[in-house]
């Protein structure tokens, strides 16, 4: 789980081509077609706050949680150019503790692939479903699939070059353990116009779409949809991300 330490830097420079603007308008359409259309909301694995800022723009009052303490300054300094009133907190998802309840729990960009385990996912869901989440709160999170890592990322490599830093990007997928490991090679730019050089080891794992219905069930939440991404259609095995989304039911 410890990464995006150099890679915070230039975070947001290599991830312009993510279309952040669009996927928070599925992700509030979700929100709302579900019934939390206000209120406290918790983003996990909130990164650099780019969606963060996006909920707290359409209205929630917002909570992010991270990791990378690197992450979260630029996720701050974002917060002191919109004034919005954001609570960020340094913590491991896995383990994550708030005061109180929230409307809403939303983990986006593949924060959930980062959980390893399927225990430790059970864990997050029934934290969530147990001491978190308000009735009839909501839990939405997406994933890339098992045939993303598989078919499109396993075994590739990518690179790119601006003169604020390059990086070069290279895959490989364990079909057996259903890990993709991710090894990152960056060159960030300096104020004397030297490039420092960092490593940087990442692991995702991929969920079949069983395993995470299965999870779902046994941590208390009710599976409400299961979608192929920025869609209402079904989530389908050649999906290359899907949305979950549950709900904690009345006692």
Same mark, same amino acid.
């Given at each position: 789980?410890?990464?995006?330490?150099?890679?915070?830097? @230039?975070?947001?420079?290599?991830?312009?081509?993510?279309?952040?603007?669009?996927?928070?308008?599925?992700?509030?359409?979700?929100?709302?077609?579900?019934?939390?259309? *206000?209120?406290?909301?918790?983003?996990?694995?909130?990164?650099?706050?780019?969606? $963060?800022?996006?909920?707290?723009?359409?209205?929630?009052?917002?909570?992010?949680?991270?990791?990378?303490?690197?992450?979260?300054?630029?996720?701050?300094?974002?917060?002191?150019?919109?004034?919005?009133?954001?609570?960020?907190?340094?913590? *491991?998802?896995?383990?994550?503790?708030?005061?109180?309840?929230?409307?809403?729990?939303?983990?986006?960009?593949?924060?959930?692939?980062?959980?390893?385990?399927?225990?430790?996912?059970?864990?997050?869901?029934?934290?969530?479903?147990?001491?978190?989440?308000?009735?009839?709160?909501?839990?939405?999170?997406?994933?890339?699939?098992?045939? /993303?890592?598989?078919?499109?990322?396993?075994?590739?490599?990518?690179?790119?070059?601006?003169?604020?830093?390059?990086?070069?990007?290279?895959?490989?997928?364990?079909?057996?353990?259903?890990?993709?490991?991710?090894?990152?090679?960056?060159?960030?730019?300096?104020?004397? *116009?030297?490039?420092?050089?960092?490593?940087?080891?990442?692991?995702?794992?991929?969920?079949?779409?069983? $395993?995470?219905?299965?999870? @779902?069930?046994?941590?208390?939440? /009710?599976?409400?949809?299961?979608?192929?991404?920025?869609?209402?259609?079904?989530?389908?095995?050649?999906?290359?991300?899907?949305?979950?989304?549950?709900?904690?039911? /009345?006692?």
């Amino acid at each position: 789980m410890e990464a995006y330490t150099g890679f915070a830097q @230039v975070y947001d420079l290599f991830m312009d081509n993510i279309p952040y603007e669009e996927w928070g308008v599925y992700l509030l359409g979700l929100l709302q077609e579900n019934g939390v259309s *206000d209120g406290l909301v918790l983003e996990l694995g909130c990164g650099t706050g780019s969606m $963060t800022e996006i909920l707290a723009e359409a209205g929630y009052d917002m909570i992010g949680i991270d990791l990378s303490e690197e992450m979260l300054e630029t996720a701050m300094e974002k917060r002191e150019q919109s004034g919005h009133n954001i609570l960020y907190l340094c913590q *491991d998802m896995r383990e994550f503790e708030l005061y109180g309840t929230v409307r809403a729990i939303v983990s986006v960009c593949d924060s959930i692939n980062y959980v390893l385990e399927e225990e430790e996912l059970l864990g997050i869901l029934t934290s969530a479903a147990r001491n978190y989440l308000d009735y009839e709160g909501l839990f939405i999170f997406d994933l890339n699939t098992e045939y /993303k890592y598989r078919e499109l990322l396993g075994e590739q490599t990518i690179a790119e070059n601006r003169e604020e830093g390059s990086f070069i990007w290279e895959n490989y997928y364990d079909e057996e353990e259903m890990i993709n490991e991710y090894n990152l090679t960056l060159f960030i730019r300096e104020e004397s *116009d030297y490039y420092r050089k960092y490593e940087e080891n990442h692991y995702q794992r991929a969920y079949k779409l069983e $395993t995470i219905r299965e999870l @779902v069930d046994r941590s208390g939440l /009710k599976l409400l949809h299961m979608y192929d991404a920025f869609t209402h259609e079904p989530a389908r095995e050649d999906s290359e991300r899907v949305y979950v989304i549950c709900q904690r039911e /009345k006692e």
